[in-house]
């Protein structure tokens, strides 16, 4: 199981990465953390004759607080955002989701960026980033552009980014005071990509329920924002009993399709979701101080 | 593989006595330092990487092989069909003189005409190394012609069914029934039947370190040297010898550190022998290692049983009659040389034999199938019979409202009816089954568990209790493999040696891949000849060094292996009393060894070190009167004649929540009472529990080889295949009975399987009594959250 | 296109300098070019933790890291680190509490611990648990090496905070 043989190159900037697209377009991989990326090699499910490790490009690392939002370089480490006190104190649902992305030794080495830009649907930080409304930054010879992580996810392993990009960071707007996540997930085993999850995250205000981002992980070809179960959620009414959550289910058997997988048909799925929605609205509700009532 | 066995601290020998104490084993210094020495650490001059080409499809015919572009690619040496390799090797053929309805077909190492599973092996690159081996690999170009395959075990016993092997005209194997007492009159008069379809996925043994050989054949001596990741090097060498053509003495296999093998080393796997073929044919060093994807669909899988069960039950509650329908799927071919058939044989032979009724009726049909192999997985379809009863059993105390406890201790085969002949036919020596109950109850409160049970449930926190009584066979005689015709040892040999400087070397057959099994007979060997278990070695693992033994399978280590070490060391203190006696002046019978010192046998006065002794017998011989000869290298043989097989028994309690919205499956607390006969190290053996028993829990939980219907392995690699890890497994309580089998002077009986044997009915158990106040019922394992949840009824 | 490319990089406080093919994983590298067989290979695909080796004072997956991305970097193994010491304690644990069986789990546990140790505060059970949970042991049942663990953190860190829940 030794991957294919490849050409390696350490790029010491970004500018050297364009330079290797330019040269060798499609055969031509980043190499960020490694940590999806490295057993797809050795399985050999996968044969890129370039690989243009991009590890040393410090400008793509670090964490900051930049005035309304926080930006996350994409070279930041999993541990690294686990840590983050400016991610744990503005970004408490990442901060939440963080503990359920694999295990110590690959949160070391795996990067966000990395996961942000692989679109595994059962991940947790493409989701997480969608109900944030995070911003994605791509990066390529011609220039800078941005796109909103809802946008930027279009299908299985799908997204936004063209060929010749590189995914260089994500800025996370701070939410003012009111707003409220909630993560919930579900795996077979502590670490393990997700069977079914949701990041949720909203507004409460006097207990009522607005803005609230409904996103799926796990479930569609990727991670995917429930708008219709969201505003059947907000309509609810005060209070939220366990009646009006019951009653989300039918908006998310409407809205959510789930793709089949080992650990679930999509009607298994689906329950699976409509749980963890209830689950995460409560959890949700409870930390806006606002009592669950039922 | 060689260890120093004894106790890193001083504070746990007991010089007189070191049987029963927890020692630990010094060999796990080497292993916590990098110290160990597996095979693949290994490299030799000139050695080069075997790779095979393998069948994607589960049934095929090969209508080419082009390996030349192969041949010329860089760092290859040789690619080899397998036409070529059995110009070397003779193919395996099954045969059991028990079984002579089993129906079986030659298979080759390389599939030479067709391939009948994914992943069988059908040519083979050498090459300077492993990635130019794969490189190489994925260039020999191979026609297939796509046959029809049969996947599912019941699919094949259809009348239309594809045919695994064309030449049998049939997929069934064997079909074994047992038909005792009156059953049809037990169902007749029962006041309730409970009956049950089970399902017990096929799923595999996942040794972390994945299986790996080095074979260097040396032409100038016809001589075949092997390294290998193995349980049985004896029993290998032979299998090499007989079907690579060498005399028995040319060929010798070493098992150095072997890292987990639980019976999936157990056997000669196709690929293995290859390697040896190819290095007779390259004369040279040849390793082969599995990766962790090929390993999915070569290792040895296990279970795959689909059982129709009923009970009959009187409305007092007692057992009436149970009767058991199995079909098993085996793979592509029955494994050689044991056969695949004795999981087979174990559900027919072991379902309720803990229970004192007379009416018992089993068939067990073995089916072939487009699957990787199946056959000698720790606990071998134990799991299986004590799954269906146990379950049986919780359903029939539900359906009567009786208190399952106390319902197994009124079916118990009672402690006078000993030994005792089970209407399945298999006999038990003992079976400590309500002295086991009664110690659970002491460990476990269940009376309180129920409490807290039901209170939560008010709450809607579906918990449960499940308990399952489990029964084994273990450390087996010649009626099995002997009465078989099969070349599978059931002997152990040792040889004890004491060294000039006074410390004590033991040789022997048996091996250890990390059970403890060496530090075991070191404190036998240290026991019974009265030195300190330090100062014993024990050498394994090795087939011209050691003298023969069967290795390490069903449960065997320290109840075949513990006695003939026994049997040896006490012959070396004879001979080493008799030279004593003759410097001392004394008779032998005055004398005695402890604690490393020739002591009076009345009173214990130290007379004389056994370092001493050793440097006169070995160097100072002139001392001694001149018909005196030392004879400080003792052998011994065992055979286990008076039992054919040994009666382990315990009892386990699984305790549970389960979340009904995501059909999860919280392991709370799991408890196991066993009874292994004597314990010669109590921390061994617990540990050998609690391993057994998170395989168990592995089975029940998450463990399975999910096919499709083609025959396609889908979850072939870690990340897809689900093993236990840390966060899903809670501290395992336990607690021993002792009762030790009379049949050896040790006394011992095994604890290998036991964990295994017993986990997954408890957790079935548990599962069922968590879910049936929502009106759910789960006869499936694993228990996977899809199948609760269909269970439930919510999907 | 498989050329080796020259790596010099620091392992086990030692500077070494070979050439290595880019696709050769690090742990085959420490393996086979260095003899350092304490690491192992379990699955190759960065499930089973047997590989785990510490790079820039970080525990990884050496079957996820490309010996040529170590170029420059500090590379420990359990070679290493028993040499350093910085471990007896947990070793001298697992042998006491025999938390190893077959042991070729054992040299990932021990670093993945290592790290835990290293993050110098006790830890409730549970949360031991969690932070194991990446390496595959099949034969132990884990009750052993969370024992281990468990008993070098309260003897370097004292007892943990209660449990919460």
């Not at chain 2, 060294?499 to 891949?513: A, F, K, W, Y």
């Amino acid at each position: 199981m030794k991957p294919y043989p490849f050409k390696y190159v350490r790029a010491e900037g970004l500018a050297a990465v364009f330079q290797q697209f330019e040269e060798h377009g499609d055969d031509a991989q980043v190499l960020a953390g490694g940590q999806s990326l490295m057993p797809v090699l050795n399985m050999r499910l996968s044969a890129p004759r370039v690989l243009v490790d991009i590890n040393r490009i410090e400008e793509l690392r670090g964490i900051a607080l930049d005035g309304g939002e926080v930006r996350i370089g994409a070279l930041t480490r999993h541990r690294e955002v686990l840590e983050s006190e400016v991610v744990r104190t503005h970004l408490p649902l990442l901060a939440e989701a963080m503990p359920h992305v694999a295990h110590v030794a690959v949160r070391n080495r795996g990067t966000l960026g990395g996961s942000l830009a692989l679109a595994d649907p059962a991940a947790e930080m493409p989701a997480c980033a969608v109900a944030l409304g995070a911003t994605l930054v791509l990066r390529s010879a011609a220039g800078e552009r941005t796109v909103a992580a809802e946008d930027f996810y279009q299908g299985l392993y799908e997204t936004e980014r063209r060929p010749d990009e590189v995914l260089t960071e994500a800025r996370y707007p701070i939410a003012g005071p009111g707003y409220h996540g909630a993560f919930q997930e579900f795996a077979r085993r502590q670490g393990d990509f997700a069977v079914v999850g949701v990041a949720a995250r909203g507004r409460v205000e006097s207990g009522v329920l607005s803005e609230l981002r409904l996103v799926y992980f796990g479930c569609e070809g990727h991670a995917r924002l429930a708008r219709q179960t969201a505003l059947a959620a907000e309509a609810g009414g005060r209070p939220y009993t366990p009646q009006v959550f019951a009653a989300l289910k039918d908006a998310l058997a409407e809205e959510l399709d789930p793709m089949e997988n080992m650990h679930g048909s999509r009607a298994t799925k689906l329950h699976m979701a409509q749980t963890l929605t209830g689950r995460a609205l409560q959890a949700l509700l409870a930390r806006a101080g606002g009592a669950v009532h039922g | 593989m060689s260890g120093k066995a004894g106790a890193s601290s001083s504070n746990s020998t007991n010089p007189t006595n070191p049987i029963g104490q927890a020692i630990p084993r010094a060999s796990v210094r080497r292993l916590v330092t990098g110290r160990g020495r597996y095979t693949d650490d290994m490299t030799f001059a000139r050695m080069v990487h075997a790779v095979f080409v393998r069948s994607p499809f589960a049934h095929a015919r090969i209508l080419s092989i082009d390996t030349g572009e192969a041949a010329r690619a860089p760092g290859v040496v040789r690619v080899v069909t397998g036409a070529e390799v059995a110009e070397v090797c003779k193919p395996f053929q099954v045969r059991h003189a028990g079984f002579p309805a089993l129906k079986v077909t030659p298979q080759h190492v390389l599939a030479v005409d067709k391939a009948s599973w994914q992943g069988e092996a059908v040519a083979a690159v050498v090459a300077e190394s492993r990635a130019e081996a794969e490189d190489a690999a994925e260039l020999v170009m191979i026609e297939w012609g796509e046959l029809p395959a049969v996947a599912d075990a019941d699919a094949a016993l259809a009348p239309d069914a594809p045919l695994v092997h064309q030449e049998l005209g049939t997929n069934e194997a064997l079909a074994l029934t047992v038909d005792g007492g009156d059953v049809d009159g037990a169902f007749a008069d029962a006041d309730v039947v409970v009956e049950e379809e089970f399902r017990f996925a096929r799923h595999t043994g996942v040794t972390l370190e994945p299986r790996c050989i080095i074979a260097d054949y040396d032409p100038s001596t016809h001589a075949l040297a092997v390294h290998q990741s193995h349980q049985a090097p004896h029993e290998m060498a032979d299998v090499y010898a007989r079907h690579l053509g060498f005399p028995g003495h040319n060929v010798r296999v070493v098992a150095p550190d072997v890292g987990g093998a639980f019976g999936l080393k157990l056997q000669p796997y196709a690929d293995e022998i290859a390697t040896c073929a190819l290095s007779m044919l390259l004369g040279r060093p040849v390793k082969y290692t599995a990766d962790r994807l090929e390993s999915f669909v070569t290792d040895i899988h296990a279970r795959g049983h689909h059982v129709k069960a009923r009970m009959a039950v009187s409305a007092d509650g007692d057992i009436l009659g149970l009767e058991v329908d199995d079909v098993y799927g085996i793979g592509a071919y029955s494994q050689f040389p044991r056969t695949s058939v004795f999981e087979g044989v174990h559900v027919l032979r072991m379902s309720g034999v803990a229970y004192k009724h007379t009416n018992y009726r089993a068939r067990v049909r073995v089916a072939y199938q487009n699957k990787a192999l199946s056959g000698h997985y720790r606990g071998v379809g134990m799991p299986i019979a004590n799954t269906v009863t146990e379950r049986l059993v919780d359903m029939a105390t539900t359906e009567l409202g009786l208190d399952p406890v106390a319902f197994r201790r009124r079916n118990y085969v009672p402690s006078e009816a000993y030994p005792h002949t089970a209407p399945t036919g298999f006999s038990f020596e003992y079976m400590s089954l309500g002295e086991c109950l009664d110690k659970l109850e002491e460990l476990v409160d269940i009376p309180a568990l129920r409490a807290e049970r039901d209170s939560l449930r008010a709450d809607g926190v579906y918990r449960g209790i499940g308990i399952a009584t489990f029964t084994e066979t273990t450390a087996i005689s010649p009626e099995y493999y002997g009465k078989a015709e099969i070349r599978v040892a059931a002997q152990e040999s040792c040889v004890v040696r004491l060294e000039p400087s006074g410390h004590v070397r033991c040789l022997i057959g048996m091996t250890d891949q990390g059970q403890g099994t060496a530090t075991g007979i070191a404190q036998v060997v240290a026991a019974t000849l009265g030195v300190p278990v330090d100062d014993v070695e024990v050498i394994s693992g090795d087939s011209a060094a050691t003298p023969y033994g069967a290795g390490a399978f069903a449960s065997r280590g320290a109840a075949i292996g513990g006695e003939v070490a026994l049997q040896a060391s006490r012959a070396l203190k004879e001979n080493i009393l008799a030279v004593a006696a003759a410097i001392l002046q004394e008779e032998p019978a005055a004398l005695d060894l402890s604690d490393g010192r020739i002591v009076a046998a009345a009173g214990g006065t130290a007379r004389m070190e056994l370092a001493e002794i050793a440097d006169i017998g070995h160097f100072r011989q002139n001392i001694l009167p001149p018909d005196v000869q030392p004879q400080f290298t003792v052998a011994r043989h065992h055979v286990p004649r008076a039992l054919p097989h040994l009666s382990g028994n315990g009892i386990q309690l699984s305790y549970l929540e389960v979340d009904p919205g995501l059909g999860a499956v919280k392991l709370l607390r799991h408890a196991v009472v066993h009874d292994c006969g004597t314990v010669i190290n109590p921390l061994l053996v617990h540990e050998q529990i609690r391993g057994g028993a998170v395989q168990g829990i592995g089975s029940a939980l998450y463990e399975e080889s999910v096919y499709n219907n083609e025959g396609q392995m889908l979850n072939a690699s870690l990340a897809d295949y689900l093993v236990p890890m840390a966060a899903e497994i809670p501290d395992i309580e336990i607690a021993d009975v002792i009762t030790p089998t009379r049949s050896s002077e040790l006394g011992a009986k095994g604890v290998g399987e036991a964990g295994v044997t017993g986990a997954s009915p408890a957790i079935l158990n548990a599962i069922n009594d968590a879910i049936g106040p929502l009106g759910g019922r789960l006869a499936e394992i694993p228990a996977t959250p899809e199948r609760i949840l269909r269970a439930l009824g919510v999907v | 296109m498989d050329d080796t490319i020259e790596i010099t990089l620091t392992v086990n406080g030692e500077t070494v300098t070979r050439r290595t093919s880019p696709r050769q994983h690090l742990v085959d590298f420490l393996r086979g070019e260095l003899g350092l067989t304490g690491s192992h290979v379990g699955c190759e695909h960065g499930v089973c933790g047997a590989c785990t080796i510490r790079l820039d004072g970080r525990a990884v997956r050496g079957c996820l890291t490309l010996a040529v991305q170590a170029d420059g970097a500090r590379v420990e193994t359990i070679e290493g680190l028993t040499e350093s010491s910085e471990i007896s304690d947990l070793q001298r644990l697992f042998v006491e509490r025999n938390a190893a069986q077959c042991g070729y789990c054992t040299p990932g546990m021990l670093l993945t611990a290592a790290e835990l140790v290293a993050a110098g505060q006790a830890m409730p059970r549970a949360a031991i648990r969690d932070f194991m949970s990446g390496n595959y042991c099949r034969c132990t049942g884990y009750q052993a090496i969370i024992d281990a663990i468990e008993h070098v953190l309260e003897a370097r860190f004292g007892a943990p905070a209660k449990e919460e829940g």
